[in-house]
């Protein structure tokens, strides 16, 4: 059984997974305008990927005997002025859930949870992941600029990234 705090802790955070599907999903919208649609492609990936996330710690709320409460789901106002910019700004992005995350492991050891403790460490890893990920994006982007070959061979290998299982790690191609 959760408790009361643990409960409203992991709501909250479904919460924000939902806001972090929304985030990439304007994202998505962003690069489909300017016709990368690789770029794209890789952010809706990663809105499919964090509503898994959401839905994953809602169906262990429900596991523990807890109640989902639902919240109104913040827009987001990503401020996308090149390609660069977004997948700087969905690293940032990361590196709050991140902070999130660690809250939530350092609540469930407070609380004694062991079970919600064990269950959050696959989400410690996954931020590694997701971290490191965005990380090698930016570094290829920083290497060929903003325009010109470079920016279209980099969004066409962007929109090899497939949907994986929950928790799979993409390869380097992927991402």
Do not use: C
């Amino acid at each position: 059984m959760l408790s009361e705090k643990m409960q409203k802790a992991l709501n909250k955070q479904v919460n924000a997974e939902m806001y972090s599907a929304y985030l990439y999903l304007a994202m998505s919208a962003y690069f489909e305008r300017s016709n990368l649609r690789g770029s794209a492609k890789w952010m809706r990936v990663q809105y499919d990927e964090e509503m898994a996330h959401a839905l994953k710690i809602y169906d262990y709320i429900h596991a523990r005997g807890g109640r989902v409460t639902l919240a109104v789901i913040a827009k987001p106002e990503p401020k996308l002025a090149s390609p660069l910019g977004a997948f700087e700004e969905a690293l940032d992005h990361e590196r709050k859930v991140t902070a999130m995350i660690n809250d939530l492991v350092a609540l469930a050891i407070e609380e004694r949870d062991f079970a919600t403790n064990n269950f959050l460490q696959w989400f410690v890893a996954e931020q590694v992941e997701e971290e490191d990920s965005v990380s090698k994006v930016i570094r290829r982007l920083e290497r060929i600029g903003e325009s010109g070959h470079g920016l279209v061979m980099a969004d066409r290998e962007l929109g090899r990234r497939k949907a994986g299982p929950l928790g799979a790690t993409p390869s380097d191609g992927e991402t």
